[in-house]
């Protein structure tokens, strides 16, 4: 009885990511951007938790009835897409002219990617641009940067969700995971100061957090073509 009960309380836990999710768009409507990004905070942290304790318990093999996975997709969506698609909308950080034409491409981007088979590797990668819209939006808030620049990035980015590129699964993939863990905890504080210093971030302060994303791209780019190379070599050998 009691290993059931776990499993439940772990699906719980993950499903009350939903709920944070629903605080950030009251928060939105309610104008309140610094409580929203809050919001999403917790909501990462309640991602990154799960799974660890999903494993711990072992909730597949006690509730086989139950999926888990993809509780956690529908979850995913609303806190990594929807939320932060609605803030970019509302915080008026697209040209008005172009932003119900180019919102909607995240939402059906990350839809088809969420739902394809390949979504995750077998190796701990993700396919495809793994949908951080809720950095992406953190980043024009706090950047301030030009509204054509976002337009065109947010554009960009939506094509890269479609693109079959492998990206590091943080904490997952082997190469470089400490580092990687290590950065990216340095990386969490900088954005809370961030947070905290709203409405008037450091400068200096958000240029050197974008060291994290920098070398969370360039990772999952050199490994990605390291596969491939690895991949061609072996055909040409066989």
């Known amino acids: 009885m009691w290993p059931q009960m776990m499993a439940w309380a772990v699906h719980l836990f993950t499903a009350c990511g939903a709920v944070i999710g629903v605080w950030c768009l009251i ?5 309140d ?23 711990l318990t072992r909730v597949k093999e006690i509730l086989p009835q139950f999926d888990g996975a993809k509780l956690d997709d529908i979850v995913d969506y609303l806190n990594y897409v929807v939320v932060p698609i609605v803030l970019i909308h509302e915080a008026n950080l697209l040209p008005a002219s172009v932003s119900l034409w180019i919102l909607p491409l995240p939402l059906l981007a990350s839809a088809y990617r969420f739902c394809h088979v390949s979504a995750k590797t077998p190796d701990h990668f993700f396919t495809g641009f793994p949908s951080y819209w809720n950095i992406l939006v953190f980043y024009y808030f706090v950047g301030g940067s030009p509204l054509w ?90």
Do not use: K
């Open 27 to 31: 928060a939105i409507h309610r104008g």
């Open 33 to 55: 951007y610094r409580g929203a990004f809050f919001g999403m905070v917790l909501a990462v942290v309640f991602d990154a938790v799960d799974g660890p304790l999903a494993r």
């Open 149 to 238: 620049f976002n337009a065109v990035f947010s554009l960009f980015a939506a094509i890269m969700v479609l693109v079959p590129i492998t990206y590091v699964y943080p904490g997952r993939t082997r190469t470089l995971r400490p580092l990687t863990i290590g950065l990216g905890i340095l990386w969490c504080a900088a954005l809370l100061i961030l947070l905290w210093q709203l409405p008037d971030p450091s400068p200096s302060l958000v240029a050197w957090s974008l060291v994290y994303p920098i070398y969370y791209t360039a990772l999952s780019f050199a490994l990605h073509w390291r596969v491939r190379l690895e991949g061609r070599r072996t055909s040409s050998q066989t």
